[in-house]
């Protein structure tokens, strides 16, 4: 079983910054892929970013330029940097990561961080 635990949400004025980390442990075999996502009051939850164990990454285009994805496949982590945040970026953060547990496909998902941003 795979398990992903996040930090780093929190409360922050429109124009700062955040860092959210996500770390995966467990019975794991390798990580094809991490990313996270998000989910506002009321909305479905979407794509944010996502970053290949290659290093391929992809961004929704709400936060190009703004947000940067990282990993440490040695350490299986991801990290999300977070830069100008406006109001609307405001979610719960959802980790995500897919990959093989022995044979086995896993795909898991985080608690959920809370980020809130005033205007």
């Known amino acids: 079983q795979v398990q992903l635990v996040e930090s780093g949400g929190g409360l922050v004025q429109a124009g700062g910054s955040l860092r959210l980390s996500c770390a995966a442990s467990?019975?794991?075999?390798?990580?094809?892929?991490m990313g996270w996502y998000r989910q506002a009051p009321g909305k479905q939850r979407d794509l944010v970013a996502s970053i290949t164990s290659g290093g391929s990454t992809n961004y929704a285009d709400s936060v190009k330029g703004r947000f940067t994805i990282s990993r440490d496949n040695a350490k299986n982590t991801v990290l999300l940097q977070m830069n100008s945040l406006k109001p609307e970026d405001t979610a719960v953060y959802y980790c995500?990561?897919?990959?093989?547990?022995?044979?086995?496909?896993?795909?898991?998902w985080g608690q959920g961080t809370q980020v809130t941003v005033s205007s």
């Open positions: 467990g019975s794991i075999f390798s990580i094809n892929a």
């Open positions: 995500n990561a897919q990959g093989y547990s022995g044979y086995r496909v896993f795909g898991a």
